[in-house]
């Protein structure tokens, strides 16, 4: 079992930047490749970014290419999401997710099976 505790969300103008952590405990974290996600209101989950356990290799949708950038320390224990250029659209809740699968990269909501409980990013125009 794998706990998960975002942290580092917030209220930021446009343009600005913000960086996430999640913290791991309760499983051997290099055992897992992470992801981050988020949902705006009314919006479905979205995929932002994967990290994989095995060699780092990182995947992003075209939204946020350029200006994420996901990272983990596993002797911290933890996974980091830094944003740059951050514009409203941004706007979201945003979840960290732990998972076993196979391949270069995931954006299947499904295949994480540890998720933390979400951190608030505000962009404001």
């Known amino acids: 079992q794998v706990q998960l505790v975002e942290s580092g969300g917030g209220l930021v103008q446009a343009g600005g930047s913000l960086r996430l952590s999640c913290a791991a405990s309760g499983g051997v974290f290099s055992n897992y490749n992470m992801g981050w996600f988020r949902q705006a209101p009314g919006k479905e989950r979205e995929f932002v970014a994967s990290i994989r356990r095995s060699d780092g290799y990182t995947y992003y949708p075209d939204p946020v290419k350029g200006r994420f950038t996901i990272s983990r320390d596993n002797a911290k224990k933890t996974v980091y999401l830094q944003m740059i250029s951050l514009k409203p659209e941004d706007t979201a809740v945003y979840y960290c997710?732990?998972?076993?699968?196979?391949?270069?990269?995931?954006?299947?909501?499904?295949?994480?099976?540890?998720w933390g409980q979400g951190t608030q990013v505000t962009v404001s125009s």
């Open positions: 997710a732990a998972g076993t699968w196979a391949g270069l990269w995931s954006t299947i909501s499904s295949q994480y099976k540890y």
